[in-house]
């Protein structure tokens, strides 16, 4: 298995970095557009709140897969043409900014009512307080389920290898075409996505226990 | 000349079909410690929250501190009103029963947030005056702690001390001493009992009557949505009272 593993380590490099990329930029631009979707949930505008209803509703129920299928062969027909990495890179934003949008929802509406009522009665205005007082509170409460959103984001990151994305997954299936060694190869990039994760999982724990040390 | 800090006419408000402000009339004197007491469910916490409009009122109209703000019929306020609304706030300061310190600053970021993101002070002068205030209220050597880390009493001193920031014009305390062990409510007291001494017009609703009967000016006595009784303190705790106050007085 070592000698399969260095001939496939130039390749495994780049494919973890295409991996690590894909999920963490995915990552940041998901979680921007899922704080916007909450913003738009809890605002007191009908209109808002029934397109973001209706986006969590369309994005967290259908198949990643099938996002990730419609964007990259279905958009062509109407003149929109994305390359393989931009492709699985709006897939996963747009499918990862739903759940997070939920995350931030439920992180913003446990914070308790009286922090708002505070803030009002020394005439914060509704985005101050959101700023300075109400957000900084929910990202505590919503740390460890925006934790596991990344790692289950992460492993997402394989169904890019469906529309050629040179990413773990995918180079982990040619390199097996090629030597048939499937069984090693899997279990090589099994192995890497568990030590990417693991990595996570420690710097969430280090961080939550950072951030919230004050308020416990 | 008008020296009324605050002023409401004809302020009512209903939760669903319940009345809880029915048709509420009060003036307070710049100057004036005013104690609101009455029975749970009389409609003194809901009276409180309406005057900086925490709880919209129906209807009826509010002058906080030379600000007016009339309740539109359809509930819904205009741009003018929403501003009125504002800057009422900024001239008033409100105590919550729960403390409701912001978790995530020290005690001293506590009392300069709305000097810092209201009234955009610079924050060297925030600091110098935060110091001071939580000097004012005995917790000088807790500025760097968070609220995690205070006693009920502490907490709610540094409370005081975020509504002083803002150098309001009237405080309203809601039931500020409710949540705490009897043992710290004098802490709590004794800073109101200071700042009454300063001048401050304070409105507050509470149970404790010793506080009532040794800083008070005047008592209204709430019951069912209604002002029953609104006199001077000693009046309050005569004998001759009236019955319904005499009961109420037996009672705690």
Known sequence: MWDLFLRALPLLEKAILMTLGLGLSAFVLGSCLGMLIALMRISSVKTLKVIAFAYVSIFRGTPLLVQVLLIYFGL????????????????????????????????????????????????????????????????????????????????????????????????????????????????????????????????????????????? | MNTSTVRVTGLSKSFGSLAVLKHIDLDIQAGQVVVILGPSGSGKTTLLRTLNLLEKPDSGVLEVCGHRVEIPANGRFDRASRQQVALLRQKTAMVFQSFNLFPHMTALENVIEGLISVKKVPRAQALEKGRHLLAQVGLAEKADTYPAKLSGGQKQRVAIARGLSMDPQVIFFDEPTSALDPELRDEVLGVMRDLAKTGMTMLVVTHELRFAREAADRIVFMEHGVVVKDCQTEAFFAEDSGERIQQFLRRY
């Open chain 1, 76 to 216: 062509p027909h109407y003149g929109i043409t994305m390359s393989p990495v931009p492709s699985a890179l709006l897939a996963l934003t747009l499918f990862s900014a739903a759940y997070l949008s939920e995350t931030f929802r439920s992180g913003i509406s446990s914070v308790d009512a009286g922090q708002w009522e505070a803030a009002t009665s020394m005439s914060m205005g509704y985005w101050t307080c959101l700023k300075r007082i109400i957000i900084p509170q929910a990202l505590r409460i919503a740390l460890p389920t925006m934790g596991s959103r990344l790692i289950a984001l992460i492993k997402d990151t394989s169904l890019a290898s469906t529309i050629t994305v040179m990413e773990l997954t995918r180079v982990a299936e040619q390199i097996g075409a090629s030597t048939f060694r499937y069984m090693e190869m899997f279990l090589m990039v099994g192995a890497m996505y568990w030590v990417i994760n693991q990595i996570l999982t420690i710097l969430q724990t280090w961080l939550e226990g950072r951030w919230t040390r004050h308020m416990r």
